[in-house]
């Protein structure tokens, strides 16, 4: 028996050898996968699991025997600390056993697709003009190109020709031509670069993709520097609405982010933003709107038109962008006033549109987009879930950084946590909330209309009660860090906003949450949460676990994909034409379902049973 | 009979009705058609001749019978003043009779071209918005403009969108639209305009044209404010080379001179320059470049390479033009370094590609250029002519405005002149300085070689001669109106230089100047010369004075018709494919062709008959 195993862990990708005496989770950390193990490899916890795809591996212990079904045993289920390797292996991670060493916002699936960007290089080589040769510049590099490469160009852009002057030396240059159009020069052999975002009303994603082989070379996330007029997108366009001028800059610090995006994204593999000759960002139609300085005031109010939905093809000096001469920028098309081109993005990276059955599909975020596809027949709503569980408006809430509960339980009274780069604990984060509220709900510490009862770590200060997660103690005399009764109200309504989405759609498809086939998580905060937590305090319908998939920031895999495929451009207009769009305001008895929605658990469906299962 | 008679002046298309005993030269007058009289009407001078198309008119007096030939009295030529109406008239002014009272070198043929343009205006009636239809704005126009007009459209210019918020509430839009862009939106039933522009080195012409029935609605010049950096394109040029943020300057300037004329233009008609969605701008190669950015350094040096040659189309607002939200710009074709756009648009306009036979078509300006169609062959050179002609570099040469002597000759010792506005001599133009070299040549003051004899009006000066025009004494003691030795010697330059280049065409088609049919000779000094007295330089060939004619400013007029049609647009484009270009400096004994054109007289030739009758 050899004393190393080589472990391929999937779907990231990350592969290598390890000792034969190491367990899975151990062999994870040491390949950097970063698997949650809150019980720290002690067996008890159950949240290191994953799945064993091909390979020996020992047999299942008691632990696992009492932690896993049996038919997440025979499915080939383990826990990755109680399992070790006895030949190769190939093992599957679900998303919801990753932790989140790195917040960046940006891990997302793969993006696969065979690379038909529209801009493409070309290199030829270049007579030096003479007297008896004195074409112009553009006509020169136009006959080359038809000559040496076959590929007619009509139409040069003006910024190509100012500065073409650095070139006109040169034997030989990389041209990029995008639909006829001859859009950027550069030295020959240069690689032509494309940059995906996903503009979001929080945090902005970056992808620097190299546009002939279809690789990501970075990935980079930041905050959206908007963030500073208002946290959600209503207060953000009723700002430019009281005051023209603060729509000019929100633009511009937009503008900027990307621009710095593009900066730091090209310095990591020695590029440059000039070598960008195409972007496409993607992003709710406020933020689109914003960014391409469209009016935004008619967004806030009734009946919410957008300036524009269908597709743009915008030059990116036009927008402000700083990239190759000619770049462009394309946006993906919007649906309605609240539901953007991120939602279209997400749509098409996930494939709902192909997918059979009833699927409903979440980008969860500071507006959650719900898209239910009930047979080919798409419809979508947008919740205001608002920041709560990004966590805004949250006593003791804060956004996902080192020293940041992120995942919760209680356990006899005792809270077990953990806390980004495990630092000791300053605040708790939207999956940390997420976890609380339900752990809270799931102990009765809440009851199902959100009131707080009493518990030994239930107090009472400022008037209001609340429950003790870190405890000054705990914490050598700092502040004690604490859910309030006001916390669980801001909660219910974000949950509540997000699964009267959801009802609203499967009533108006006539269908019940136990009818949902699938449900396809997206947004970042959507691949952090833990699913189970999502259904206990009923924002998630109470289905089985495993028809949930966590699949990441799908709307920036879906930006790469239109960044890499003309085709799948189309299919993104193609789903924006599709998809039905229902303003939540307009559906029938909104009232009362959203009433119902606010409860804790799950809500009151005639088939109590999925509810009992999910408190047993 | 009645007492008045309705005249139609052609082809400028003045008409009125006029007292039937007034002459007519004076219903000239009255219509404001300034026809030259240099005698005052006495029938003396023979300048005010004009050809009866049809109508009854007096019959020819002694003063006719003298002056003009029995050809020209059977084709109906008549002498203005010597003529009254007997009945309604047509009558046709040949350029040469036309004074120039308001000098705003826009003249031109009439343009007739039945109006395609690239641009469209359609009005449609607009659904408001409301929850039950939350199209986007964009989409509703869109919709509305396939669904009333049958026009479909695939792409918004982003401009109009960011302005289309002033718009949002109308029940009526017009909507421009080109090659499938929506690139402005209007109140419904705007009319939409077209600006047609003649940047020259030294002047800039201007025309707001109506696209939609193809009629000039106004015209206006002025001033190219460059001339602040140089009379000529090499001293612009060298300029921008010797500090590139110059190019930056002169850009702006010519740019804001574009702006101010938009906006002068459309305020006469009462409209504004938004409503221009469409613009064509013809100049030579360097004020091509210099306006859209372009480098130039490479154009004043060998192998004066332009930066691009093809037809372009720029949005108005990437040139730095303050027209409609997504308005154009079109560039013609330049042909090469020194034959730019201006000559393809004054090709186009003269139809010399049409012309049959051999045919000789030239621009007079600052740079000269020339066109030989030799049976369908057309070459092109340009002649460095300089602005000698314009009035610079001569003593006492100035601009065509009030006060300068523009026609004159030398009667028994005697100058006889005529100034702009008949106001007091205060310098010469152009067009006198021209006359002054001829009747100087032509009595002997100046010989061959350009040097100046004696003459009672020649006198001694500062070490050099100079012929006395307006003496001091006739000037009530301010300094006299001169024409020096230096002055001679660089007409001799300018005018040799046009020669050459007639001369290197020539020889290059095998041909002689006498094989010649047809002259055309466009530009706006060339429309205010007499051709005689370039004749008598030599500067043009010695041919039959009918072959010539001066059609104005034929390159603003090939603007407005490539502003009004593609197919036109498409013609200039061929056109610019089949002309050859002839760098003059690579013609073989160039040096010796030079030097034979700077002689004054035809220049030597075997066939003198020509010449003889020239000087008889």
Redesign the interface.
């Known amino acids: 028996m050899p004393s190393f195993h080589h472990i391929d862990f999937e779907p990231l990708g990350r592969r290598g050898a390890c000792p034969a005496n190491a367990s899975l989770l151990e062999a994870a950390q040491q390949l950097g996968v970063a698997l949650i193990s809150l019980c720290g490899g002690a067996g008890t916890c159950g949240r290191c699991k994953v799945r064993v795809l091909s390979g020996q591996v020992s047999p299942p212990t008691a632990s696992e025997q009492e932690l896993l079904s049996a038919k997440e045993l025979q499915e080939g289920y383990r826990l990755a600390c109680q399992t070790y390797a006895l030949s190769d292996l190939k093992v599957h991670v679900p998303p919801e056993s990753l932790s989140t060493p790195q917040r960046t916002q940006v891990e997302s699936q793969e993006v696969a697709v065979t690379p038909e960007p529209l801009a493409r290089g070309y290199d030829v080589r270049l007579a030096l ?11 020169r590099v ?1 006959q080359a190109l038809q000559e040496q490469q076959g590929v007619a160009c009509q ?2 852009d ?2 190509v ?2 500065g ?2 650095a070139l ?1 030396d040169a034997e030989a240059l990389r041209v990029a031509v995008r639909g006829g159009e001859w859009m950027a020069a550069m030295p020959a052999g240069t690689r032509l670069l494309g940059l995906a975002v996903d503009l979001g009303t929080t945090k902005i994603a970056g992808y620097l993709l190299d546009l002939e082989t279809g690789g990501t070379l970075a990935s980079r996330g930041m905050m959206n520097p908007q963030i500073s007029y208002g946290e959600d997108v209503i207060t953000r366009i009723t700002r430019t609405h009281q005051n023209p001028s603060e729509a000019r800059l929100m633009q511009s610090l937009a503008v900027e982010a990307l621009n710095q995006l593009a900066l730091e994204l090209t310095a990591e593999v020695d590029a440059k933003p000039e070598q960008i000759v195409e972007a496409v960002v993607v992003g709710n139609t406020a933020m689109h709107h914003l960014l ?4 935004v ?2 967004l806030a109010l ?9 597709a ?3 030059k990116a ?3 402000g962008l700083r990239l190759a001469a000619g770049a462009y920028v394309h946006l993906l098309p ?1 649906i ?2 609240f539901v953007g081109a991120d939602h279209v993005a997400m749509l098409l990276a996930t494939e709902l549109a192909h997918a059979d059955g009833l699927v409903l599909a979440l980008d969860i975020g500071t507006n959650t987009e719900v898209c239910l596809n009930d047979h080919g027949q798409m419809t979508s709503v947008s919740c205001a879930s608002g920041p709560a569980f990004e966590g805004a408006h949250i006593t003791h809430g804060m956004r996902a950084a080192t020293g940041a509960i992120e995942r919760l339980r209680l356990v006899d009274n005792r809270v077990e946590y953990q806390t980004i780069d495990g630092a000791p604990p300053v605040g708790i984060c939207g999956s940390g909330i997420l976890d609380a509220l339900a752990q809270l709900y799931l102990h009765g510490v809440v009851d199902r209309t959100g009131r707080m009862g009493e518990h030994p770590r239930v107090r009472q200060r400022n008037g209001e009660r609340e429950f003790v997660l870190v405890s000054e103690e705990e914490r050598d005399g700092s502040p004690a860090i604490t859910i309030t009764q006001r916390d669980v109200r801001e909660l219910q309504l974000a949950k509540g906003a997000m699964r009267t989405g959801i009802e609203a759609l499967l009533q108006a498809a006539g269908k019940s949450a136990e009818d949902i086939e699938r449900v396809v998580i997206a947004g970042a905060f959507g691949s952090y949460i833990d699913v189970s937590s999502a259904v206990i305090i009923g924002m998630l319908p109470a289905l089985p676990l495993e028809r949930f998939s966590q699949v990441g920031n799908a709307a920036g895999a879906g930006a790469r994909l239109a960044l890499l495929s003309e085709s799948k451009r189309r299919e993104a207009q193609e789903i924006a034409r599709r998809v039905r ?1 229902i ?1 939540l ?2 559906v029938p008895n909104f009232q009362r379902l959203f009433a119902s929605c606010l409860y804790l658990g799950e809500i009151n469906h005639k088939d109590t049973k999925t509810q009992r299962n999910v408190k047993s």
Request: no cysteine; charged share 25%; aromatic share 6%.
């Open positions: 003009p003479s007297l008896a040769d004195p074409r112009a510049d553009a006509e136009l139409s040069v003006i910024e020709l100012r073409f002057a006109r391409l300085r469209l009016p005031s008619q009734a009946p919410y038109v957008p300036a524009v939905s269908q743009l093809d915008v000096r036009d927008v919007n309605a006033g769009y303003e305001a307009t």
